[in-house]
């Protein structure tokens, strides 16, 4: 059995790398409580639009013990998702679906690996030991559970970045009672940059890294339940902007240019979804569409959301 906090932390990230993650940092489990002041006020100017999972207690989800009161230590992983450069796409002319969604949904892969992970840890360190996994699962901050593991900093784009991997990373975590050393964050390196509060077409974000979702591409099509309101645009076009999701503010990122390529199978484009041209889409059945899209994020979306991301969007 190892005892040794060192030592066990050292086991643990070990184990994880080996089960395929391709960043892992350790977080204690007391409350974020800059963040949570932070989600608090973002839920009091609107920010969160309509995501009443937000606004129902924010505080808490900003104090894992408040879930979890035998929890001690996060470990804080990362995945990454990136794929092909868009313009070596075979779609060549507009990706239309954003990357997150092209695979396998990112819940079921991570939860299945993070389980893996957590089933195998007890004979890796010798011993018995509580712990709950959590991909987007519970009512968490992980993003800034990520920044405080030294996963990333977090962007002005409002998503966390690692210097190596970009933004192009989902995060997932297991909750622990391990005594674990914690990793410190990393610094910040966003500096002077703008190019993704600039390139935003709906003017979404702001140098405070928060983002209005309200006016977010990605929040319209992806959990807003109404219509998509025309005035979102502004002035600016609606070319080459997704039917589902939205990546522009983390394609013109300068950390998100040569990140290396997924490792992850699952997270591969599958080749019947990223090849369909908007004429194709138009004509997809409810049925066909189901079909098509099963297993990954556009699972989550009406046939009716679907159809009417298709009429606003294009
Ligand atoms: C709600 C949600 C959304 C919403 C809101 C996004 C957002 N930026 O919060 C919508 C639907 C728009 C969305 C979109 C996307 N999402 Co999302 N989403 C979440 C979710 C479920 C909760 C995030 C949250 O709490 N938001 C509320 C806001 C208020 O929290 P916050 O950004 O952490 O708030 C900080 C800033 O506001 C900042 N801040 C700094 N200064 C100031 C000053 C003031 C005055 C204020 C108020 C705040 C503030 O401090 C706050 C605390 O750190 C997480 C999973 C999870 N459980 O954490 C995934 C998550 C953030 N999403 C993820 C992804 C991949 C995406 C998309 C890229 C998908 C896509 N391609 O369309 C986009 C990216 C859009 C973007 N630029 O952020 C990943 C991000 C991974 C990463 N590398 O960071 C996550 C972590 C899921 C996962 N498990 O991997 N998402
Ligand atoms: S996801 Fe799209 S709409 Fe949302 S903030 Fe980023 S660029 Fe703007
Ligand atoms: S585009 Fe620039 S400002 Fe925005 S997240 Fe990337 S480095 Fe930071």
Sequence with gaps: MITDPDKLTGAV???????????????SAEPLTQAGQRLRRAVQIGCTAGMSYLQRNPAQRARPQ?????????????????????????????????????????????????????????????????????????ALMEKPLAQRAGVGWGGKNSLVINPEYGSWIFLGELLSDLDLTFDEPIENQCGNCRACIDACPTGALSELGLLDARKCLSYLTTEHKGNIPPQVFGKTSKKNVCIYGCDICQEVCPFNRDTPQTKEQQFHPRAETLDLNIEQLRSLTEPRFKK?????????LSYQQFRRNLQSLT
């Design 13 to 27: 990230k070990k184990l994880a790398k080996e089960e395929g993650f391709d960043l892992v940092g350790i977080s």
């Design 66 to 138: 408040a879930l979890f009161p035998w929890a001690r230590s996060i470990i804080c992983v990362g995945l990454n998702y990136h794929f092909v450069p868009l313009s070596t796409t075979k779609n060549h002319c507009r990706l239309l679906i954003s990357r997150y969604a092209l695979g396998r949904d990112y819940h079921l892969v991570l939860a299945e690996k993070l389980q893996l992970f957590k089933d195998k840890l007890p004979r890796t360190i010798g011993r018995e030991f509580r712990s709950r996994v959590a991909v987007d699962t519970l």
């Design 292 to 300: 098509l899209f099963s297993d990954t994020p556009l699972a989550r």
